[in-house]
Each structure stands twice: as C-alpha cells, then as structure tokens.
C-alpha cells in the first residue's frame, strides 16, 4: 500500500522559514517525479514545485521561485520543501505528490498558516 506522509507544517511569522518534508512507503521512490502542491480556503489546489527522479531537475511556480526550494533523497524516500521568505499568501494546505505516467498518489496535506 502507498503511503505519502507530510510532516513540518506550522504557524509562522511574516518573513519566516518551514522545512516540509514527505516520507513515502510502498513506492519505487527513485522511478516517480515529486511535485508539491498547495490549496489556500476558497481557492483551487496550485502546482507549487516539481523535482525529477534524479533531482536534477526543479521547476517552480513563479510565486515562489527564489523563496521556495524542493529537493529529494533517493535513500530515504523522502522529498522536501524548504520554505523562505514566507508570505501570509503562502498559507494553505501543502501536499506532496508522487507521479509517473498516469499514476498519481497524494498525501493527505499538512498545513501552513503564516501570520503575525
């Protein structure tokens, strides 16, 4: 059974720093790309970041490049999200996702609140 856990969700300050992280059991971990997403109240779930099998490859939305860093580690099936620079628009439900072709598994969210 696939499991995608999120963890590091939390109340922040304006201008602070998170580190999510999602641990996944049941995969293939290194065969699917990883992708972060965020839902904010009343608005539709958003692409936030995307990390190739490798790593060596990222993409981000253009709201957060800059402030926003995602990267993985093979070895312990698990990818991260580094959070800087945080925005009260950046409050939401963080998810991570695994993908390959068709195949698409979520976590169940964790959630980010940024406010004074």
């Known amino acids: 059974q696939v499991q995608l856990v999120e963890s590091g969700g939390g109340l922040v300050q304006p201008g602070g720093s998170l580190r999510l992280s999602c641990e996944d059991s049941g995969l293939t971990f290194s065969a699917y790309g990883m992708s972060w997403y965020r839902q904010a109240p009343g608005k539709e779930r958003e692409l936030v970041a995307t990390i190739s099998i490798t790593g060596l490859d990222t993409n981000y939305d253009d709201s957060v490049k800059g402030r926003f860093t995602i990267s993985r580690d093979n070895t312990k099936n698990t990818v991260s999200l580094h959070l800087n620079s945080l925005e009260p628009e950046d409050t939401a439900v963080y998810y991570c996702?695994?993908?390959?072709?068709?195949?698409?598994?979520w976590g169940q969210g964790t959630q980010v609140t940024v406010a004074a």
């Open positions: 996702t695994a993908h390959r072709g068709s195949r698409n598994f």
